[in-house]
């Protein structure tokens, strides 16, 4: 030490070969019994991705038809379809590439990241050849069915937080 008081030597004294200095050290993971795995799961149910699925294509056809009462144009009709497609398709590719099973959670973490670029990579597409695809493009009605469709995913976080 010098003579105003701040210490010149490291590591210091107190330090232990190893130790970060942590004095809360959290307690070792218990292994749960197959019987304590069956309780949690069944207090904490998974929510299906099928069923959001589902319910992404249920509420985005509602929105096509109430696109087709409100405009009377088939065209917003198609262009509200098609957005709901642009959601729901791209979904349906990530339900099926996660509900595979894996041998560990990095393999898990991995395809989730693959199944999830692969989702996001098929929308673009989508809203890129929208143009080519639907020559007669109504913007507007396709970017509210596919917003109201893209909702429906906090709807179900939200409602399985209950």
Same mark, same amino acid.
């Given at each position: 030490? =010098?003579?105003?008081?701040?210490? =010149?030597?490291?590591?210091?004294?107190?330090?232990?070969?190893?130790?970060?200095?942590?004095?809360?050290?959290?307690?070792?993971?218990?292994?749960?019994?197959?019987e304590?795995?069956?309780?949690?799961?069944?207090?904490?149910?998974?929510?299906?991705?099928?069923?959001?699925?589902?319910?992404?294509?249920?509420?985005?056809?509602?929105?096509?038809?109430?696109?087709?009462?409100? =405009?009377?144009?088939?065209?917003?009709?198609?262009?509200?379809f098609?957005?709901?497609?642009?959601?729901?398709?791209?979904?349906?590719?990530?339900?099926?590439?996660? =509900? $595979?099973?894996?041998?560990?959670?990095?393999?898990?973490?991995?395809?989730?990241?693959?199944?999830?670029?692969? $989702?996001?990579?098929?929308?673009i597409?989508?809203?890129?050849?929208?143009? $080519?695809?639907?020559?007669?493009l109504?913007?507007?009605?396709?970017?509210?069915?596919?917003?109201?469709?893209?909702?429906?995913?906090?709807?179900?976080?939200?409602?399985?937080?209950?």
């Amino acid at each position: 030490m =010098t003579d105003n008081g701040i210490r =010149t030597t490291w590591p210091p004294a107190s330090s232990q070969a190893g130790s970060w200095g942590d004095d809360n050290e959290e307690p070792p993971v218990k292994a749960l019994s197959p019987e304590e795995a069956a309780a949690l799961r069944s207090a904490l149910p998974m929510l299906s991705p099928w069923r959001v699925l589902g319910l992404q294509l249920l509420v985005g056809l509602l929105c096509v038809v109430v696109i087709r009462l409100l =405009t009377g144009s088939g065209v917003a009709m198609v262009s509200a379809f098609y957005g709901v497609a642009a959601v729901v398709l791209p979904n349906l590719l990530l339900a099926r590439g996660m =509900t $595979k099973r894996v041998d560990s959670a990095v393999s898990a973490a991995a395809g989730f990241m693959g199944w999830e670029f692969l $989702k996001i990579a098929a929308s673009i597409a989508m809203l890129v050849l929208a143009p $080519k695809v639907l020559p007669a493009l109504n913007w507007p009605a396709l970017l509210v069915t596919l917003a109201v469709c893209i909702k429906v995913n906090w709807f179900a976080l939200i409602w399985r937080g209950r």
